[in-house]
């Protein structure tokens, strides 16, 4: 399965930026997904879970709960991550990220820059 993120971009803090991950593949790999989402890596720092859906479950980062929204548009293949309020601590590298039954290997797409500035 292939990711195409995008949507990143320079935005104020308190402003809001939608991120989408495009997936892509044969239908069996599509089928497969198992959880899919996103992640950061803000510089000098380790890459983190911000939000992911399982099965329509969805998880958040402390840090990000109340402010960011992550969706699926099945027909689209694609998920969404809306971003409000957005804060300077945003700023980071984003990556989609796919896992796929069975074995639950991980995808990666390229990622998308976040700057918010103060």
């Known amino acids: 399965v292939q990711l195409q993120a995008s949507g990143g971009g320079l935005v104020q803090a308190g402003g809001s930026l939608r991120l989408s991950c495009a997936a892509s593949?044969?239908?069996?790999?599509?089928?497969?997904?198992?959880?899919i989402g996103w992640y950061r890596q803000a510089p000098g720092k380790q890459r983190e879970l911000v939000a992911v859906?399982?099965?329509?479950?969805?998880n958040y980062v402390d840090s990000v709960k109340g402010r960011f929204t992550i969706s699926r548009d099945n027909a689209k293949n694609t998920v969404y991550l809306q971003m409000n309020s957005l804060k300077p601590e945003d700023t980071a590298v984003y990556y989609c990220?796919?896992?796929?039954?069975?074995?639950?290997?991980?995808?990666w797409g390229r990622g998308t820059l976040v700057t918010v500035s103060s």
């Open positions: 990220n796919a896992k796929l039954l069975p074995l639950l290997n991980a995808y």
């Open positions: 593949g044969s239908s069996r790999s599509i089928s497969n997904i198992n959880t």
């Open positions: 859906i399982t099965s329509g479950v969805t």
